[in-house]
């Protein structure tokens, strides 16, 4: 979620919390973006840089996260396919 700056959601979000890095400003839309991508001149324009995870990462996050909680509530366990099952051996 973005947040645009202003927005009366900008310091109250209480599911996601709004961490500075998640508020942007509007630009507006210049002539030659305005006919390249067929929009009005002078619309609303966001631009924002994403980094995306790739798959990997997200797994190898997701079966870290999943071992440290089973341990911290006592639990031996073992993944498969990235799902904590108990570990019986």
Request: a negative charge.
């Amino acid at each position: 979620t973005l947040f645009i700056r202003g927005d009366k959601y900008e310091t109250s979000d209480v599911v996601f919390g709004v961490k500075s890095s998640l508020i942007v400003d509007l630009g507006r839309v210049d002539g030659e973006t305005a006919a390249k991508y067929g929009v009005p001149e002078g619309a609303l324009l966001l631009k924002q840089d994403f980094v995306l995870a790739s798959t990997r990462e997200t797994d190898d996050l997701r079966d870290k996260n999943a071992m440290e909680a089973m341990a911290k509530l006592g639990l031996k366990t073992r993944l498969v396919d990235h799902l904590p099952v108990p570990d019986l051996d």
